[in-house]
Antibody
Framework: QVTLKESGPGILQPSQTLSLTCSFS??????????VGWIRQSSGKGLEWLANIWWNDDKYYNPSLKNRLTISKDTSNNQAFLKITNMDTADTATYYC???????????WGQGASVTVSS | NTVMTQSPTSMFISVGDRVTMNCKAS??????VDWYQQKTGQSPKLLIYGASNRYTGVPDRFTGSGSGTDFTLTISNMQAEDLAVYYC?????????FGAGTKLELK
């Protein structure tokens, strides 16, 4: 059974760095073709893809966030991470991690972590 | 970036209707398109991958089609439980990009 769960600080101040953890079970990020992605959604808005990390440690980022993103993984502990620097109120959103295996789509999603940026 | 333009933005439908929504890519993305359903307060759910492949457990009233730049999601015999926002996603290029969504509402 595949599950993913995001965790984060909940609230942080402008200019701080957001650190998110995706803890998962039921699969390994060392399996060929496996990928974990991060997607966010502002309240009442659409979905925005942020970054992917693949089984072979290939990483891809959304350039609209201007080099603020860092994605990483800890295969041994079944976790993936996302850091976003210089957070702004516009980054207030629900952040999801999701699993993709090759071209099979993001078939498994976490419940989302709500992040509020406020002074 | 590849822009995915979804239409219509919203639709008012009745149970039993046949519903068709579209997604147009700003460049050729092959068949590298997924469709997701998101109900209020829930995480998105994968319906279709590779433009036309129904994911495990998805009812066969959901059908995806298209290639290149034009993609369609069809719901035959709309059910009340299908009321949701539907998003397309292209993964042919990085960054992956979502459409803005099509919201289905009851007439």
């Amino acid at each position: 059974q595949v599950t993913l769960k995001e965790s984060g600080p909940g609230i942080l101040q402008p200019s701080q760095t957001l650190s998110l953890t995706c803890s998962f079970s039921g699969f390994s990020l060392s399996t060929y073709g496996m990928c974990v992605g991060w997607i966010r959604q502002s309240s009442g808005k659409g979905l925005e893809w942020l970054a992917n990390i693949w089984w072979n440690d290939d990483k891809y980022y959304n350039p609209s966030l201007k080099n603020r993103l860092t994605i990483s993984k800890d295969t041994s502990n079944n976790q993936a991470f996302l850091k976003i620097t210089n957070m702004d109120t516009a980054d207030t959103a629900t952040y999801y991690c999701a699993r993709r295996w090759a071209y099979y789509g993001y078939a498994f999603w976490g419940q989302g972590a709500s992040v509020t940026v406020s002074s | 970036n590849t822009v995915m333009t979804q239409s219509p933005t919203s639709m008012f439908i009745s149970v039993g209707d046949r519903v068709t929504m579209n997604c147009k890519a700003s460049q050729n993305v092959g068949t590298n398109v997924d469709w997701y359903q998101q109900k209020t307060g829930q995480s998105p759910k994968l319906l279709i991958y590779g433009a036309s492949n129904r994911y495990t457990g998805v009812p066969d009233r959901f059908t995806g089609s298209g290639s290149g730049t034009d993609f369609t999601l069809t719901i035959s015999n709309m059910q009340a439980e299908d009321l949701a926002v539907y998003y397309c996603l292209q993964y042919n290029y990085n960054p992956n990009t979502f459409g803005a969504g099509t919201k289905l509402e009851l007439k």
